[in-house]
């Protein structure tokens, strides 16, 4: 069983950077979709990106659009989310995640479509 561990999260001020990563203990094969979500205190657990392995289409959720980028380096099994322009709002424990099941185009990123799970990252970005 394919196990994930993420790093790279700390507290940044806003308009700062980050980058996230997410190592995953054996292969990923092509075809699944590895998903970046997030969860803040009181707040349901989001998806925010994910990418198809193998043909690494993304899709982004829109209160991350145009600031996060995922991307996914097959030789090395890990998944990575560069986040830029941190805002107070972004504040929240990271998560990433491997699919249930393979797809052609990743779906925007749900709970239930995702079995494999890291332990999280926190992210805090003040002012």
């Known amino acids: 069983q394919v196990q994930l561990v993420e790093s790279g999260g700390g507290s940044v001020q806003v308009g700062g950077s980050l980058r996230l990563s997410c190592a995953a203990s054996g292969v990923i094969y092509t075809s699944y979709c590895m998903s970046w979500f997030r969860q803040a205190p009181g707040k349901e657990r989001e998806g925010i990106a994910s990418?198809?392995?193998?043909?690494?289409?993304?899709v982004y959720s829109e209160a991350v659009k145009g600031r996060f980028t995922i991307t996914h380096d097959s030789p090395k099994s890990t998944t990575f989310l560069q986040m830029n322009n941190l805002k107070p709002e972004d504040t929240a424990r990271y998560y990433c995640?491997?699919?249930?099941?393979?797809?052609?185009?990743?779906?925007?990123?749900?709970?239930?479509?995702?079995?494999?799970w890291g332990q999280g990252t926190q992210v805090t970005v003040s002012s």
């Open positions: 990418i198809r392995t193998g043909t690494d289409t993304t």
């Open positions: 995640a491997r699919s249930r099941n393979y797809y052609s185009i990743c779906p925007p990123p749900k709970e239930a479509q995702y079995d494999v």
